[in-house]
């Protein structure tokens, strides 16, 4: 974990073995969205073909708006090595007792990372997503920090 002063800002930055979770700059916005490659058979985000890079940076300020983000790398273990950086420094530098986390029913490395990580499965919102033209129910996890330590 390292912490730095940018423009009076303090910046994060957790460091895993192959990756590292920062704040999102707009570069790297355009990045993403210039080698984004959809996911056709395992849907789990809108789709942007076609869309100009002026459209990225749309979705930056979209992502400053409401702190979303996405992924592009599939099935190299990263999220979950994020989900474990971001539970370690939820509940050993800033205190929290609970962390919960959302997912479709049709993203199955979600759930696989989440649950090895100790999630648990606490509700599902049936139906509750319209995306593609089809309807998904979301599922709600949560860990408790005495689950994590254990």
Not at 27 to 41: A, G, L, M, S, V
Not at 126 to 137: E, G, H, L
Request: charged share 25%; proline share 1%; with cysteine.
């Amino acid at each position: 974990m390292r912490h730095t002063l940018n423009g009076g800002v303090i910046m994060l930055k957790l460091q895993g073995n192959d990756i590292y979770l920062a704040v999102m700059e707009r570069k790297d916005c355009i990045r993403i969205w210039n080698d984004f490659e959809y996911d056709f058979d395992h849907p789990t985000e809108p789709l942007n073909i076609g869309h100009s890079e002026e459209k990225a940076d749309q979705w930056f300020d979209d992502i400053q708006k409401n702190q979303g983000a996405k992924t592009g790398n599939r099935s190299k273990g990263y999220g979950k090595q994020a989900v474990k950086l971001m539970l370690h420094y939820g509940f050993y530098y800033m205190g929290l007792e609970r962390i919960t986390a959302n997912t479709l029913e049709i993203n199955t490395a979600a759930q696989k990372s989440l649950e090895q990580t100790g999630f648990v499965l606490e509700g599902v919102e049936r139906k509750a997503i319209f995306m593609n033209c089809n309807r998904y129910s979301r599922l709600n996890y949560a860990i408790l920090k005495e689950d994590y330590q254990k």
